[in-house]
């Protein structure tokens, strides 16, 4: 079975500037959940995607939004950047009953 | 929101040792992992363990949810054992809360 996957690996954006980050779930998993990691935190929730809905959201501004398709892959779009944004964005998917299963994650780097 | 708490936040070793992490949560859970994140920054999942006792290898996890609390034990530790390992649970919303970590530093 095929893992998380996340693209790009890495990204440098300009404050003020759109980012989009993308995430294709694990084989079987409905659900998909983005974390940002800040340098030596653990990570925090952002939101959650079941069926193409947000059904859950983590204490983040508007300016993060999100998107899943059919196939259960998602999106993660961050607008008007700012320089705390920078971060190791973390995907996840999961199914009923199981675990969660992390991509190796996308650092972004706001200059 | 649940709380967790890990400890203990750094912990060095040398090659060979024994050691225990703890994680305590506020709260009943319906799902606790236990996590390595490697230098990359990619989570592994060790161990799915809400309630019990699991193995694998060197590696071993017990959860005992009516006391709130969970242990990883590393046995005969490696240098390769070195990172952040987090325990993460879930409650009865839809997020999971991360403690703060124990960073383990294995040295040969």
């Known amino acids: 079975e095929t893992g998380v996957t996340q693209s790009p690996t890495h990204l440098i954006k300009t404050r003020g500037q759109q980012v989009t980050l993308r995430c294709s779930s694990q084989?079987?998993?409905?659900?998909v959940s983005w974390y940002q990691q800040a340098l030596g935190q653990g990570p925090q929730f952002i939101f959650q995607?079941?069926?193409?809905?947000?059904?859950g959201r983590g204490n983040f501004p508007p300016r993060f939004s999100g998107l899943q398709f059919p196939n259960y892959s998602s999106e993660l779009n961050v607008n008007a950047l700012e320089l705390d944004d920078s971060a190791l964005y973390l995907c996840?998917?999961?199914?009923?009953?199981?675990?969660?299963?992390f991509g190796s994650g996308t650092r972004l780097t706001v200059v | 929101g649940i709380q967790v708490e890990q400890s203990p936040p750094d912990l060095i070793l040398q090659e060979g040792a024994n050691s225990t992490l703890r994680c305590n949560f506020s709260?009943?859970?319906?799902?606790l992992q236990w996590f390595h994140q490697n230098p990359w920054g990619q989570l592994i999942n060790l161990f799915y363990?809400?309630?019990g006792t699991k193995q694998n290898g060197r590696l071993s996890a017990t959860t005992v949810a009516t006391e709130r609390y969970s242990l990883l034990y590393i046995s005969s530790s490696q240098t390769t054992d070195s990172g952040v390992y987090f325990c993460?649970?879930?409650?009865?919303?839809?997020?999971?809360?991360f403690g703060a970590g124990t960073t383990v530093t294995v040295r040969a």
């Open positions: 709260d009943s859970v319906n799902n």
């Open positions: 993460a649970v879930r409650s009865n919303d839809y997020k999971l809360s």
């Open positions: 996840a998917s999961s199914s009923t009953g199981f675990g969660y299963t």
């Open positions: 084989s079987g998993h409905n659900t």
């Open positions: 995607y079941y069926r193409e809905e947000e059904n």
């Open positions: 363990i809400p309630s």
